[in-house]
Structures are given as C-alpha cells and as structure tokens.
T-cell receptor, first 111, second 117 residues
Framework: DQQVKQNSPSLSVQEGRISILNCDYTNSMFDYFLWYKKYPAEGPTFLISISSIKDKNEDGRFTVFLNKSAKHLSLHIVPSQPGDSAVYFCILTGANSKLTFGKGITLSVRP | NAGVMQNPRHLVRRRGQEARLRCSPMKGHSHVYWYRQLPEEGLKFMVY????????ESGMPKERFSAEFPKEGPSILRIQQVVRGDSAAYFC???????????????FGDGTRLSIL
C-alpha cells in the first residue's frame, strides 16, 4: 500500500534551468508535506515543507506547490545547481509523528 | 547532520547472530525515531521512542526486533537471530518535541549499514 508515489525515479537537468520534482499521494489525512534531500552515505536532511492548508511555500531557490484536489505535490528548484544533485524524498506526516516516505527521485544537475 | 550520531556506520553479521545499532540524538532532543531503508526503496518508519517509553512501534516486525531509549545513554535498536532480509540501512532521527509539523523537522543521522552474510 504505497501512500506516496514518486513515479519518476530520476531527472536530469542542465545547470541554471528549473528542476521540477513531482509527487502524488493517496491519503488525505496528512497535515504536512515535506521534502528531504539525501546525499550518498548520509542521512536525509530537511529541505522545505508545506502545510495542508496552503498551496505554496517558497524558500530561496526552492518552492513547493500543493494541489489537494489532485493529491499532487511538486518541488521546484530554480536555478538548479550541480550541488543540488541528490535523491529527493517526498514525505507526508501528521499527528502521529511518523514520516511516510516516497521512494525518492534522483536529481542530476549537469554543469 | 547536526549532531545525530549513529554507530557503527557499518555492521557485518552472520545469520543467527545479534545486531545492536546505537543512536545518540541531538543535544536537547528527547524524541527518537528509527527508520529502515531497503535497496531502491524509501525509508520506512519502524518505531518512535521517548526517554524510557515506546510511543509507537507499529512499524516494527513482530519478532526478533526491539528498541529502547533508556534514561541515560543512546537509543538501541536490537535485532536478534539476523537473517539475510535484515540487510538494509537503518536510520535514526531525533526531534526536540513531538514531530508532528514542519516546525519540528526530524534530524537524521548518517545511518548504519547492516550486512548479513
């Protein structure tokens, strides 16, 4: 029962362009939607989040959009930089404190 | 990773042995979470603990796995009689309070990679 779907396993983008990472979910009971970034041999690190009552949150080069009617979440990175190359996890959470992870998307930013 | 310490980083065990994974949360954090990542998968929640209490163990396998977070010392994830399917990366995360919103994101350690021969 996969509650968080990141259907594209990888994405390759030219440096300076926009990266758009997509995520779909099935359960509407979650309160917050998070994006974490993970480099090889390291733990995930928090990137940005959005509350279920909002539709957009922006932090520097990173913007997260939430479309609740479509149960769709996206992360935009602009401009993309080579240091952004990592695995990005879409995560849902709520009052039970569990983080429910998607499988992740591997982003490669080409110089 | 802002101070969540996991050790060992790599652990090799033979089938039937015991594995003990340790996690020291960030200073001031009293909530600890354990997750497991199988190859090509996202992380899966296992257990949520506070000092001396298990809050939620709904993600823990029913047998062979146990976790504790004593009053003093690190949190321990213990796997008895390990099998090949236990091979995975095990991550620990901590938060200062109950992590139920974006203001209290969980901070992760770098994980323990468990290999079963």
């Amino acid at each position: 029962d996969q509650q968080v779907k990141q259907n594209s396993p990888s994405l390759s983008v030219q440096e300076g362009r926009i990266s758009i990472l997509n995520c779909d979910y099935t359960n509407s009971m979650f309160d917050y939607f998070l994006w974490y970034k993970k480099y090889p041999a390291e733990g995930p690190t928090f990137l940005i989040s959005i509350s279920s009552i909002k539709d957009k949150n922006e932090d520097g080069r990173f913007t997260v959009f939430l479309n609740k009617s479509a149960k769709h979440l996206s992360l935009h990175i602009v401009p993309s930089q080579p240091g952004d190359s990592a695995v990005y996890f879409c995560i849902l959470t709520g009052a039970n404190s569990k983080l429910t992870f998607g499988k992740g998307i591997t982003l490669s930013v080409r110089p | 990773n802002a101070g969540v310490m996991q050790n060992p980083r790599h652990l090799v065990r033979r089938r039937g042995q015991e594995a003990r994974l340790r996690c020291s949360p960030m200073k001031g954090h009293s909530h600890v979470y354990w997750y497991r990542q199988l190859p090509e998968e996202g992380l899966k929640f296992m257990v949520y603990l506070q000092k001396e209490n298990i809050i939620d163990e709904s993600g823990m396998p029913k047998e062979r796995f146990s976790a504790e977070f004593p009053k003093e010392g690190p949190s321990i994830l213990r796997i008895q009689q390990v099998v090949r399917g236990d091979s995975a990366a095990y991550f620990c995360a901590s938060s200062p309070f109950r992590s139920d919103n974006s203001n209290q994101p969980q901070h992760f350690g770098d994980g323990t990679r468990l290999s079963i021969l």
